[in-house]
């Protein structure tokens, strides 16, 4: 099976050159590894290209912002499977990609999901958040749950059903497309219970300012899919605070 990542970029010199190599350092082959750029103003556009002989498709252009780029990824994917690494984060281990499919195989699922560290912007090592994700409910979503973005994998065939990213969003198209493809589909959904993906706190949702942004888009996310915000909002921010104290506890 064909596994496509994309990795979506903009101005992430410190970065994307740890997010690459944890893409090509994978033990699996058959890896098509998509890179899309919103035009760089820094070195992230000579750091990909660095690499370049390694990644599929690359594109460096103005959009407006993650998601288009995301799309743009989507569009140009051939892999059998589609998965995301953003240009803060690393795949968790070598053999990520293997375990991933490895579930494929044995469960014939269109989607799997798994679990994630949040680490420190500077150090990969020292975890802030355990985000697990826990079996898959359907009924869950409506308190609440959502896997988390960066570990999901979907055939490829499932986005003629679910659609693209919503670009109006800034911040919440990723819940929103979650919604759309655990809640208002009806996918085989398997949960593996391993690590996927380390990502640096200090991301595009994770600043105060930033975050009030998130809950009002939410709130609009929540009302387009059918569900009250007021009682679904609530419950999916209570349910972060166990990924903290997990986290100072291990």
């Not at 990542?5 to 690459?20: L, P, V």
């Not at 968790?92 to 579930?103: C, D």
Request: glycine share 6%.
């Amino acid at each position: 099976m064909k596994v496509s990542i994309i990795t979506s970029c903009f101005n992430r010199e410190n970065t994307i050159r740890d997010s690459i190599e944890s893409v090509l350092s994978q033990d699996y082959s058959d890896i098509e590894y998509i890179v899309i750029d919103g035009a760089s103003t820094d070195k992230s556009v000579d750091i990909i290209n660095e690499y370049r002989e390694s990644i599929a498709s690359f594109i460096s252009e103005p959009d407006s912002g993650m998601y288009e780029g995301i799309n743009k990824g989507i569009q140009l994917a051939t892999g059998d499977i589609i998965g995301l690494l953003h240009s803060d984060d690393v795949l968790y281990a070598q053999n990520t990609i293997s375990q991933i499919i490895k579930r494929f195989k044995e469960t014939d699922a269109d989607i799997i999901y798994g679990d994630g560290l949040f680490v420190d912007h500077d150090n990969l090592n020292k975890v802030i958040r355990r985000w697990i994700s826990g079996q898959y409910n359907k009924n869950k979503i409506k308190m609440g749950w959502l896997p988390l973005h960066p570990t999901v994998y979907i055939k490829r065939d499932c986005f003629n059903q679910i659609g693209y990213y919503d670009e109006s969003f800034k911040i919440a198209a990723d819940s929103d497309f979650l919604i759309r493809s655990f809640y208002k589909n009806n996918f085989k959904i398997s949960y593996l219970n391993e690590f996927f993906v380390r990502m640096r706190m200090g991301g595009v949702s994770t600043s105060i300012t930033k975050t009030i942004i998130k809950w009002k888009e939410d709130i609009r996310m929540y009302r387009n899919n059918g569900f009250n915000p007021y009682f679904s909002l609530p419950l999916k921010i209570l349910s972060k605070i166990p990924q903290f104290i997990n986290a100072k506890l291990k």
